[in-house]
């Protein structure tokens, strides 16, 4: 299995900033994912991003919102743009594992914003 | 209506009962039902998978599909204070998984 890291593990950030998280995975990936989970809600996929390529937004997620970087094989960031509470939630990242329905997370990204 | 419905709990039980779980669908194309635990600030981990209808167990944990009725459940056996997380149910026709809310669970020493 493979083992995800993201950065910052926990922010506060002020309303009308950015923030980046940083995904980093120990061995190559082709498939990467964004997810957000908000309390009470389901975990929602935001993007698909493959290495190489423009990444895939789901349905009511923009790029200008949400851009994604993804530069090799073992990275990605999520940038979340001009923030307001509404933006407050937990997201994560995940990998592709050997089975379709398999996917490994990391421990999550805790965005606060006031 | 949404993709996934599952009842978000919370759930309270002593130890060694047998915890319930359970979710219904509506995309009839789902192949691949999940089960993932979510422990307090982790990420979701894989705990049980099942391909199309039947049962499925695994030491404590029985996981069962039934496609007719687009219905899924989990048990747990014997639970233990170690099986106090989130549960949530995803299912899948391809690599995208789609979540159910997550039911969390306690068992009280």
């Known amino acids: 299995s493979a083992v995800i890291s993201q950065k910052p593990s926990r922010d506060i950030c002020q309303r009308g900033t950015s923030l980046t998280i940083q995904c980093q995975v120990d061995?190559?990936?082709?498939?990467m994912f964004w997810y957000r989970q908000q309390p009470g809600q389901s975990l929602t996929l935001i993007a698909t991003a493959n290495q190489g390529s423009e990444a895939t937004y789901e349905s009511g997620f923009v790029i200008d919102k949400f851009p994604i970087s993804r530069p090799n094989l073992t990275f990605s960031t999520l940038t979340v743009s001009n923030m307001s509470p509404e933006d407050s939630s937990i997201y994560l990242c995940?990998?592709?594992?050997?089975?379709?329905?398999?996917?490994?997370f990391g421990p999550g990204t805790r965005l606060t914003v006031t | 209506q949404k993709e996934v419905e599952q009842d978000p709990g919370p759930l309270s039980v002593p130890e060694g009962a047998i915890v319930s779980l359970n979710c219904t669908y509506s995309?009839?194309?789902?192949?691949?039902f999940m089960w993932y635990r979510q422990y307090s600030r982790k990420g979701p981990e894989l705990l049980m998978y099942t391909y199309s209808s039947g049962n499925k167990e695994d030491g404590r944990f029985t996981a069962q599909v039934d496609k007719s009725s687009k219905y899924i459940s989990l048990f747990i056996r014997d639970s233990q204070p170690s099986d106090s997380a989130t549960y949530l149910c995803a299912m899948s026709d391809d690599y995208k998984l789609s979540f159910g809310a997550g039911t969390t669970v306690t068992v009280r020493a």
């Open positions: 995309n009839s194309a789902f192949q691949y």
């Open positions: 061995s190559q990936v082709t498939m």
């Open positions: 995940s990998v592709e594992g050997d089975r379709p329905y398999e996917q490994y």
